[in-house]
């Protein structure tokens, strides 16, 4: 009977476990600004922390949202972060802002994943079609087209795009559970990466011949983030 009652404590540990490392830990003080001193700081989720009592309001504050970027490269589309390397304050609070901007007639956020946030995305300018892909084995694809005050949420780890399908601009905010939610575009990653992946390895996985692969990784992949 011990034996049953300890597993059933073990898995209870371990699905709590899960649950607690799901996102970004929890801070245990008001806040933890980051900073780049090794001297007098100390690491926290990846960043050292500056004394509480040192912190000002511009540890907590990030400018720019507002302003359209230039959206004249190859995916016709740019990402503005305001994550924790913009706003130091944002350090073990788990939470990011960004903001994307998307050319006329085809703008396109390319497939990526963030593996370590789950994304929100509100619409403010124009019509995107967005959706995202189950994992295997399913690989199911869910998709809407948004208008501005549409939201739309990509659960985390999953792969994800947005596409502008409008003659005009499009503006969308994105919010994620993570002060630093990473991205990982797929082709970037796959095509792009150094040093290359073996071309045999890509042709296989993909089940096309190795000239094609040899071609995309010729390729240069560009970063809108």
């Known amino acids: 009977m011990k034996g049953v009652h300890f597993l059933v404590a073990f898995v209870f540990l371990a699905l709590a476990a899960s649950f607690a490392f799901a996102s970004d830990p929890s801070p245990l003080q008001d806040f933890c600004v980051a900073i780049n001193d090794t001297k007098d700081g100390v690491f926290v989720n990846g960043k050292l922390c500056k004394d509480p009592k040192l912190a000002t309001a511009k540890d907590f504050f990030f400018s720019g949202l507002e302003i359209a970027r230039n959206t004249s490269n190859p995916l016709g589309s740019v990402v503005t972060p305001a994550n924790v390397a913009q706003i130091p304050g944002l350090n073990t609070l788990g939470i990011s802002l960004a903001r994307v901007d998307y050319a006329p007639y085809g703008g396109l ?25 189950t994992s295997n084995p399913d690989n199911r694809l869910i998709t809407k087209v948004l208008n501005p005050g549409d939201v ?74």
């Open 152 to 225: 739309f949420v990509f659960p985390v780890g999953l792969v994800h795009f947005q596409f502008n399908v409008g003659k005009t601009k499009a503006v969308a905010i994105a919010a994620l559970s993570s002060q630093n939610p990473g991205v990982i575009t797929i082709a970037n990653a796959v095509f792009g990466s150094t040093p290359p992946i073996r071309s045999d390895v890509l042709a296989k996985a993909f089940q096309v011949d190795k000239n094609i692969v040899d071609h995309l990784q010729k390729q240069f992949w560009y970063d809108n983030n």
């Open 109 to 133: 956020n390319p497939p990526h994943t963030h593996p370590r946030a789950t994304e929100i995305l509100t619409v403010l300018e124009g019509t995107l079609y967005v959706g995202f892909v």
